[in-house]
């Protein structure tokens, strides 16, 4: 069997797994009001598997367009590489495709490139000043870079917060526009390792909410772990940008 085909099918298995719910009881197990909740409707389209799922995961999406009249998108995240032989992260929207992936291989642990389902890079973070452990700066790049990035400048540089030198305050890292700027662009407050982190721009808006994925059933609530969690994007907010924050938080505190 060919890789190419082998990564479809674990696509199509994974896709599966995330839209569905992780209890174990079956569709027919349940009654028939949530049978037409968790059936899921499959199609094949230009040779790659759509998924379509109407169960409740996203309930914390709907509660949050009915606050603000918008329609945020939320976004599967999985902190595993579809392929066998390195780190990284698969992203799937909410109809089953995939959207972003990352692959981190051993040898270059200190960049990182998000790319998109195709696998076209959209996105680089890298690690700077490695050596300076409390001044350690991370940079984001369009596209890929490469080696020496001293010739092109990012779009934005994010920081860790420094717990000994800023005690007592609720931000865990913020992003800059440029590495010199004093205020910054977004600040990022909550906690990355109970996957509950909330992304607020400049005039203290959430932009982007990270929250574990959960499944409600029977009146109890599942959880499908830190490895898979949900990003929550508002209307206008770049997804790229808002999974780049994911990985830059992924660096600073996994």
């Known amino acids: 069997m060919s890789s190419l085909k082998f990564n479809d099918i674990l696509l199509e298995l994974l896709i599966r797994v995330l839209l569905s719910d992780p209890l174990k009881g079956r569709i027919n197990?349940?009654?028939?009001?949530?049978?037409?909740?968790?059936?899921t409707a499959e199609c094949k389209t230009g040779g790659?598997?759509?998924?379509?799922s109407r169960s409740r995961v996203h309930e914390n999406n709907?509660?949050?367009?009915?606050k603000t009249g918008g329609a945020w998108q939320s976004i599967t995240v999985w902190r595993k590489s579809?392929?066998?032989s390195c780190n990284g992260f698969t992203v799937i929207d909410s109809n089953g495709n995939l959207l972003f992936r990352v692959e981190n291989y051993a040898g270059r642990p200190e960049e990182v490139t998000l790319m998109d389902g195709a696998g076209k890079p959209v996105l680089t973070i890298c690690r700077r000043n490695k050596l300076r452990v409390l001044a350690d700066n991370w940079f984001v790049y369009e596209g890929h870079?490469?080696?020496?990035?001293?010739?092109r400048k990012p779009?934005?540089?994010?920081?860790?917060?420094?717990?000994?030198?800023?005690?007592?305050?609720?931000a865990i890292a913020r992003v800059y526009h440029q590495p010199?700027?004093?205020?910054?662009?977004?600040?990022?407050?909550?906690?990355?390792?109970?996957?509950?982190c909330q992304v607020l721009d400049e005039s203290r808006r959430v932009v982007a909410e990270i929250k574990k994925k959960e499944s409600v059933n029977g009146g109890g609530t599942v959880s499908f772990g830190a490895e898979v969690f949900l990003l929550i994007i508002r209307p206008g907010f770049s997804p790229s940008f808002a999974m780049a924050i994911v990985l830059l938080l992924d660096q600073m505190f996994s």
Do not use: M
């Open 145 to 151: 870079e490469v080696g020496d990035s001293s010739s």
């Open 48 to 52: 790659a598997w759509q998924s379509i």
């Open 180 to 196: 010199c700027d004093k205020r910054c662009a977004y600040v990022i407050e909550g906690s990355y390792a109970n996957r509950s």
């Open 155 to 170: 779009i934005f540089c994010a920081r860790k917060r420094i717990t000994i030198l800023q005690p007592g305050v609720n």
């Open 29 to 39: 197990d349940r009654p028939e009001e949530e049978k037409v909740q968790l059936r």
């Open 82 to 84: 579809l392929l066998l």
């Open 62 to 66: 709907h509660e949050q367009e009915c």
